[in-house]
């Protein structure tokens, strides 16, 4: 059973005629086997270099984003509610890691000063090298292709407890949908392979 199928059973939704589903639960992430995560070096917030890396007993969230990027700013608010929600109900076991593709560590501070402030932090942010490594490496761990002259944004990699990659997807998505939830409520439980 693919993982799209696992997460309409799971939801209680027919997978069969298309129209069946609802498409505000529709997530389409693609799950791959599971693959080592990539471990890369990014540059934290306060100017310092970091590694991005798998960690231990961990789910991760790692998104791609820009403060340039439209859609990448639209989607933010429902990716720091989920990060909100999914940290209190699993404490020290679930993390959003937001990687920036921006040039310039000044624009992503300002950025983020703005976001509106509810409670503790629901994300990490570093920007990625001036090269686009993290994003690169990522890229190629998923799909296991070339990497393209431009890549599309936002873009996100879910990493296991175990410190696999187990699946992706490009283009904005509503993090607020039930389907983005329950995908990750299922790695928590160690449960979402293909």
């Not at 696992?6 to 069946?20: E, K």
């Not at 310092?48 to 990027?69: D, N």
């Not at 599309?152 to 696999?164: E, I, K, S």
Request: with cysteine; hydrophobic share 45%.
């Amino acid at each position: 059973m693919n993982a799209r199928l696992t997460l309409l059973v799971a939801l209680g939704l027919s997978a069969t005629p298309a129209a069946a589903t609802p498409p505000e639960v529709a997530f389409d992430i693609h799950s791959i086997a599971p693959t080592p995560a990539p471990r890369v070096m990014v540059t934290g917030l306060a100017d310092t270099p970091a590694e991005l890396a798998p960690q231990s007993g961990k789910v991760l969230l790692i998104a791609f984003w820009a403060t340039w990027c439209d859609a990448c700013r639209a989607e933010i608010p429902g990716l720091m509610a989920l990060g909100r929600a999914l940290q209190a109900r699993h404490p020290g076991r679930f993390r959003v890691v937001g990687v920036s593709m921006d040039q310039e560590l000044g624009a992503v501070k300002t950025y983020l000063r703005q976001l509106p402030r509810r409670g503790p932090p629901s994300w990490t942010v570093f920007l990625d090298s001036p090269n686009q490594t993290a994003l690169a490496a990522y890229y190629t761990a998923a799909r296991a292709t070339d990497i393209p002259d431009e890549y599309q944004l936002p873009q996100a990699y879910f990493v296991d407890r175990a410190g696999a990659l187990v699946g992706w997807l490009e283009g904005p998505r509503d993090w607020s949908n039930p389907a983005a939830r329950a995908y990750l409520e299922s790695l928590l439980r160690g449960t979402s392979h293909p």
